[in-house]
């Protein structure tokens, strides 16, 4: 069986970015920034409908505006549009303005739909317009039971009932979607701006009715994506038929305006749960109805379930549980995967229900936690950070801090899967000057996952990171994971460990030296003569695990008088295995706190029940946190070098909102059961908003 | 965002007669390009005003001080001066969207501003105030509209220098048919209590050319509260103003912004303020009197106590 | 299959690309930029131009970039579209987020919402024009110390914010870098980590923002 080194130089140590100069220069190319030989600018016109028919769209005067090359349809002859935004068709020119300008030269004709919902109470009832024609907007209930969930509140010593709702969250990297891709004779290359070259070129190649080996994904930097960016995506084969059309590269990217609209998004969750301890504060009964939407993408007529469930009782264990859940249909587009999905709006929900219950009973919530959290390396992370944050000093009963400004604290935890893909495969060039190139067909969109291979390899080699050229983001590369289900660290790291090896060994065979790593290297490697060595590893077992968790405290101060919440500080506490570069794991670490950060306090995507429309498809209403809003935070990176390597990217997200919902709650001595906790729900919770006294007129 | 002409105005004579056809002023352009893109506006040609003469001073006095119209929010805010006669204006200015936009956007173009109703912005929405025959917010997510209107529209005025203005009783001189016209900060915003389709009382081709602002109130304070810490609009902001002698106030003046169509004042609760001395129930009281006909909708009920809280803090600061 | 690359170069082809740079060498200074600028503005008086495309020459860098612009095209676009200058992003086009932020006579603005055209006259400064003989800038360098990237779209934002920052205000408090860069949204949540970079490029005792620590388990 494989295994790490016990002595390390560079795993587990700082290791700087090796990919930031490029950063920071503005030399990084990222998917936006191509400029290939004769590009053409693209563009898509979308549904202003949030239902409609379709019945003729006439690109003749798109094309008659100077500087079009091309105009298509995204679908021939009368077609259903069943959300605001929809994509209808796409243009490719010379330059943005002659786009701008042939979008609105497009002639639409459509029979709109009088009626149509994007609001799930509304959706749910059961004379509400139907997004599907044929069938209700709701899913069969997924139901989930085991124990005497009734017997068993009867139990209880403490029983607490509390909703929790969660909003429809947008991914809204800083980079939208979108690619340049350029078909000629020879095939079709994307430069996409992906979380998985791969899945962009079986994507198009399936679109388009091609070989996969002629198609080549390439992305070399791209800016976030966060689960939204796998697959060509509608916007990635419209550009290959606008490039097949107009025989020249386009370069189509979303405006921050469609990005809010079709490519994907966190479903809503709205739950109802019922809660039951015994005396002691052992969990005995759980109780949850929840239903969210995931867009259109839900409702009956989408067999195999709507994609808004969330696991309930998420990382808890209780005796007896009843947990039913549905998918609620809107006109709206469909969720996607978002940055550990389902677990945050689990999170917020359970340990909510959790910190309410502890209230019921008089109990400090980090004693119910450790009572009840089934997880030995969790329970071990709440004590250390609990001692790290202050916990015993900080906590006081709910309400119980005076003044207008009140303080308070909060904790929840997270657990996730993770684990590596065990197909994945790298080629190591050695070369007689010494110079190392690995080539992975992954991409790193962020996470560090360049520095990582860098790591590992100068690691293995006896090396410097930065004498290692690591290329990736390509398909011709040999094969490696989408980045997602923070599984991209535990796939490379094992794979750099075997072509490591691998290419130990063959330079012993091929140069009689028998240890060429660290001070050998360079002599060694010129006795390979004028060939190059080249070698294949893959990805090995035994070197990374799966199962991961984490705990984060969060304290706030709110203004009772103004609703305002501010973050004072967040401690968290994370176990990936092994870690690979500590500087980098951080960083993912402090994204996915302020990201869950930005789900507690700021981000929601509003729709508006008349009009059917996005209501904030831009940054100025769709509130991410910027550097004022972003608090202190501790990171205690809990190692575990036996368990080998593990992704962190997820669990770090999941429970900030808990604990920052409970922070606020302990504060007030009353729950905002509701995020975003802006400060009008913090008023309204205090009972000080006044009913409304004029009605729409 | 359609094509247009361009030309740069060199004489006040000569900004409103390039602007004659479908022409719009063009300074720091951050409504108005905004408002373009999304196609809420459309212009046949932009006049750009920057090179307009004498207007990008900032100018002391004794009894007042002139600021040009193309005088930047950054200038306003790192203006010492300014910081220390008029801190509310000083505060209302680092308020102003972020560094950015405070280095291009001016003073006359902060004022002059459309309404941000998500409604009016949205590209694919024909509301009241763009000629429609509907007032979504009314019927939709009212959660940043108004407490107080004249008309049916509900979209607020969200200029944090008017309100800042509007409490230290500053003038806008403008130049309106070849004529100075000189109007408080009531009249500067006035037509949009009434009028669904207006954001202020400017005429096409009125410019703004300068904004006079007395030093009779030697204390002054602004105050915001947002969603978000930095970089957000207000949901509601409170400007106050006064002299204070003898630790009692005269002639104070209390402005509210994002909540009414203009700078929401009350005559009546400056009237009670004059010669008070600052205390917890003369502030409270005050505030009172300001919110008295507030007219909360289903989202934007909060603002009553949020807007209470910000006139008593802000008042309170006026203590120094 | 042959290999397409992407051109290093050149807007909607390389020659259009090269074609628009005229007869303008691109080595000229500064200096003669702005002076064919001012030329143009009293030339055209109060002419009338566009809606077409007008000759528009920014001095970008210390450069001049000549080109054939609508007045509707904004500075980002004549970047991004027009010049192999892109390492201002696009992140928003509506003045809200910061990553296409540069410097228009050392301060920083949003390019998307800045016409082309009435950015002539002035000094503009992009990402690409920070590091002098591929030296990193102490702005830079301490991006790449403090992990101040992810991704690293949003990065030339925040440090155009930071470059203009520092200049104008050597010694900044952390408070004010926040003020500074609140209009520079990321995503991936690399906010502690600029301000631990903007406050070392300063030289300034770095208050403490993030802590972070190894601990085994074992």
């Not at chain 1, 008088?561 to 402090?590: F, M, P, R, W, Y």
């Not at chain 2, 590209?123 to 997510?141: E, N």
Request: hydrophobic share 40%; net charge neutral.
């Amino acid at each position: 069986m494989p295994s790490w080194p016990s002595e390390t130089k560079y795993i587990s140590h700082d290791v700087l970015r090796i990919d930031a100069p490029e950063k920071v220069s503005g030399r990084a190319r990222y998917a936006s920034d191509i400029q290939a030989n004769g590009w053409l600018y693209g563009m898509i016109l979308r549904s202003k409908w949030p239902a409609a028919t379709i019945t003729k769209i006439n690109l003749e005067p798109a094309l008659k505006i100077p500087g079009i090359k091309a105009a298509i349809t995204v679908q021939d002859g009368e077609r259903t549009i069943r959300f605001y935004g929809e994509e209808l068709a796409a243009v490719a020119g010379a330059t943005k303005q002659a786009c701008l300008d042939a979008l609105r030269a497009i002639q639409v004709e459509a029979r709109p739909k009088p009626s149509f919902v994007v609001n799930e109470d509304i959706a749910k009832a059961q004379d509400a317009p139907r997004v599907w024609e044929d069938s209700p907007n709701t899913t069969t209930p997924q139901v989930h039971e085991h124990g005497d969930v009734d017997k068993a509140f009867g139990e209880c010593a403490a029983v607490s009932e509390g909703f929790y709702t969660t909003p429809v969250q947008l991914h809204n990297a800083m980079e939208t979607h979108g690619s340049t891709v350029s078909w000629t004779d020879d095939g079709v290359t994307a430069w996409a701006s992906t979380q998985g070259i791969a899945s962009v070129r079986d994507g198009l190649a399936g679109a388009l009715r091609l070989d996969h080996s002629r198609v080549r994904a390439i992305t070399e930097y791209m800016g976030g994506g966060f689960g939204a960016k796998f697959g060509a995506g509608v916007e990635g084969v419209l550009a290959a038929r606008l490039s097949q059309a107009a025989k020249a590269p386009v370069r189509l990217m979303l405006t921050r305006f469609d990005e809010a609209l079709a490519v994907g998004n966190r479903p809503s969750s709205f739950q109802r749960i019922k809660i039951g301890a015994k005396a002691d504060g052992t969990l005995h009964a759980f109780q949850m109805d929840n239903y969210g939407t995931p867009g259109i993408g839900a409702g009956a007529a989408t067999a195999g379930g709507g994609g808004a469930e969330i696991p309930a009782p998420y990382i808890y264990r209780v005796p007896n549980v009843r947990v039913k859940q549905v998918g609620v249909a809107v006109n709206a587009g469909s969720a996607r995967a978002f940055r550990a999905p389902g677990r945050p709006p689990a999170s917020f929900g359970i340990e909510s229900a959790l910190d309410d219950l502890a209230t019921k009973m008089g109990m400090d919530p980090l004693e119910l936690r450790l009572k009840n959290d089934p997880s030995e390396i969790r329970r071990r992370e709440y004590k250390l950070g609990a001692e790290k944050f202050g916990w015993k000093q900080k906590y006081k009963k709910p309400g119980g801090s005076p003044g207008i400004v009140k303080t308070g604290v909060g904790c929840g935890g997270s657990e996730w899967g993770g684990g590596g893909s065990r197909y994945t495969q790298a080629e190591a060039q050695i070369n007689p000057d010494g110079s190392v190139e690995l080539r992975l067909g992954v991409q790193d969109i962020g996470t560090g996952t360049r520095t990582v291979i860098a790591v590992v390899a100068a690691e293995m080699l006896g090396l410097k990171p930065e004498q290692i050229t690591v290329k990736v983001g390509d398909t011709q590369y040999p094969p490696g994971p989408g980045s997602g289900g923070s599984t991209t660290c535990a796939s490379v790291s094992p794979t750099v460990y075997d072509v490591c090896n691998n290419a130990l060994a063959e330079l012993q065979k091929r140069t009689g030296v028998a240890d060429a790593r660290g001070d050998n290297w360079f002599a060694a490697c010129k006795k390979l003569g004028v060939t190059p060595l080249v070698v294949q590893g893959k990805w090995q077992d035994g070197l990374s695990s799966s199962g991961t968790g984490g705990v984060q405290f969060a304290e706030v101060e709110v203004d009772t008088e103004t609703g305002l919440v501010t973050v004072k500080k967040i401690t968290a506490v994370h176990d990936c295995g092994l870690i690979v570069d500590k500087l980098t794991a951080e960083s993912q670490i402090n994204g996915g706190i302020i990201m869950g950060m930005g789900y507690a306090l700021y981000e929601e995507r509003v729709m508006d029940n008349l009009s059917g429309v996005v209501l904030n498809p831009n940054f100025e209403t769709y509130k991410l946190p910027n550097i004022a809003d972003v608090p202190d935070i501790d990171v205690i990176l809990l190692n575990m070098p036996e368990r080998g390597v593990i992704g962190i990217g997820e669990p770090a997200t999941i429970p900030a909102a808990a604990a920052i919902g409970n922070a606020v709650a302990n504060a007030l001595g009353v729950r905002v059961g509701s995020l975003p906790i802006t400060p009008a729900k913090v008023l309204a919770a205090l009972g000080k908003v006044p009913k409304p006294v004029a009605s729409a007129t | 965002m359609k094509a247009f002409e361009y030309a740069t105005a060199r004489s006040l004579d000569s900004a409103p007669q390039l602007a004659t056809d479908n022409g719009h002023y063009f300074a720091g352009g951050n409504d108005l390009l905004g408002r373009m893109k999304d196609y809420i506006t459309d212009a046949k040609i932009l006049v750009n005003i920057k090179s307009l003469p004498g207007l990008d001073q900032i100018e002391s006095g004794r009894d007042h001080w002139t600021l040009g119209a193309l005088v930047t929010i950054a200038q306003i805010e790192n203006h010492p001066g300014i910081k220390k006669v008029f801190p509310g204006l000083h505060e209302a200015a680092a308020e102003v969207g972020s560094q950015q936009i405070r280095n291009v956007a001016t003073l006359g173009g902060n004022l002059a501003q459309h309404s941000r109703c998500w409604y009016y912005r949205h590209r694919d929405i024909v509301c009241l105030k763009k000629g429609g025959d509907t007032c979504y917010a009314r019927h939709g997510d009212n959660r940043y509209h108004s407490l107080f209107t004249g008309n049916t529209c509900i979209s607020p005025v969200v200029s944090n220098l008017g309100t800042a203005l509007a409490a230290l009783d500053a003038t806008a001189i403008v130049r309106r048919s070849g004529k100075e016209a000189r109007l408080s900060m009531s009249e500067l915003y006035h037509r949009a209590w009434e009028n669904p389709l207006a954001h202020n009382s400017l005429d096409p081709g009125d410019l703004i050319l300068k904004v006079e602002i007395p030093t009779a109130r030697g204390r002054s304070a602004y105050l915001q509260v947002s969603d978000k810490h930095a970089f957000d609009w207000a949901l509601v902001s409170c400007a106050v103003a006064a002299q204070v002698s003898g630790g009692r106030l005269r002639r104070p003046r209390v402005a509210l912004g994002c909540i009414s169509p203009v700078p929401y004042q009350v005559e009546a609760a400056n009237d009670f303020l004059d010669g008070k001395t600052l205390d917890e129930a003369t502030v409270s009281k005050a505030a009172d009197l300001v919110l008295a006909n507030a007219q909360p909708l289903e989202f934007n009920g909060y603002k009553v106590p949020l807007a209470h809280a910000l006139i008593r803090r802000a008042l309170l600061k006026l203590k120094g | 299959m042959k290999k397409p690359e992407p051109e290093v170069f050149g807007a909607h082809s390389r020659r259009t690309f090269l074609k628009s740079l005229g007869t303008v060498a691109v080595t000229a200074a500064a200096s003669r930029a702005q002076s064919v600028a001012a030329e143009l503005e009293k030339v055209n008086g109060e002419q009338t131009v566009g809606p077409g495309p007008v000759p528009v020459t920014l001095n970008v860098n210390g450069k001049p970039l000549k080109l054939q612009l609508e007045p509707r095209v904004t500075l980002l676009d004549a970047l991004r579209n027009y010049s192999s200058l892109t390492g201002a992003k696009e992140g928003c086009d509506r003045a809200a987020c910061g990553a296409c932020t540069v410097l228009l006579d050392n301060l920083p603005i949003y390019a998307c919402q800045k016409l082309a055209i009435e950015a002539q006259g002035h000094e503009i400064t992009t990402v690409e024009g920070l590091a002098k003989n591929g030296r990193l800038t102490k702005v830079q360098e301490a991006f790449v110390a403090k992990d101040a990237t992810m991704c690293g779209y949003c990065t030339p934002g925040f440090v155009m914010s930071l470059t203009a920052l520092l200049q104008k205000n050597p010694q900044p408090s952390a408070d004010e870098v926040r003020h500074a860069c609140a209009g520079n949204l990321c995503r991936c949540g690399t906010q502690p980590r600029v301000l631990e970079a903007a406050l070392q490029a300063a030289g300034v005792a770095a208050a403490r923002t993030t802590h972070t620590e190894v601990m085994d388990y074992a």
